[in-house]
């Protein structure tokens, strides 16, 4: 069954920890300096919270997947949704491993749709993929409309890894 993901940048990570764990009546299932997140089972979500020098509020959507199947499905809807979408295969993002697409909406929101592999001890950003730098392997009018979303794991045009085009 898929999660429902929000990824929310806060000011004060211990002041939000705290009313977060007050609201779901339960702890973060994991807690980092700059990120803690909860896998909640009702409702079904993974809701992180950080603190990465992002403007407080809704960073990005999203929907987990359990398992490659489900992530198969996502990624069918996505193609049918004529927007620009980037893949990021074998990823480290929000100190986890993923596989993942980002895609935004008409009104910019982005949206991240992923399956976790494990878990890692980094957040992400040595690995994040260019999705913001010219030359890489997208078009450029997907850069400027997905720069939010390359934003949002520390993206940008001096990221060492490059994505990898879909087949």
């Not at 074998?90 to 976790?116: H, M, N, R």
């Amino acid at each position: 069954m898929k999660r429902f993901h929000v990824h929310v940048s806060v000011e004060n990570l211990t002041e939000s920890i705290r009313f977060y764990s007050t609201l779901f009546a339960i702890e973060p299932t994991i807690v980092k300096p700059d990120y803690a997140k909860w896998m909640l089972d009702d409702p079904r979500v993974n809701f992180a919270i950080s603190k990465r020098g992002h403007a407080a509020g809704v960073e990005h959507l999203g929907i987990q997947a359990e398992n490659e199947d489900e992530l198969a499905e996502i990624y069918g809807r996505l193609e049918q949704a004529e927007r620009p979408v980037i893949e990021e295969t074998a990823t480290v993002c929000c100190y986890a491993q993923s596989d993942k697409q980002w895609i935004a909406d008409p009104q910019g929101v982005a949206w991240e749709t992923f399956l976790t592999h494990g878990e890692s001890t980094v957040y992400g950003q040595e690995r994040a993929t260019a999705l913001a730098g010219a030359g890489c392997c997208e078009p450029a009018s997907m850069t400027k409309e997905l720069a939010p979303v390359a934003a949002s794991c520390g993206c940008g045009p001096k990221a060492d890894v490059c994505c990898e085009p879909r087949s």
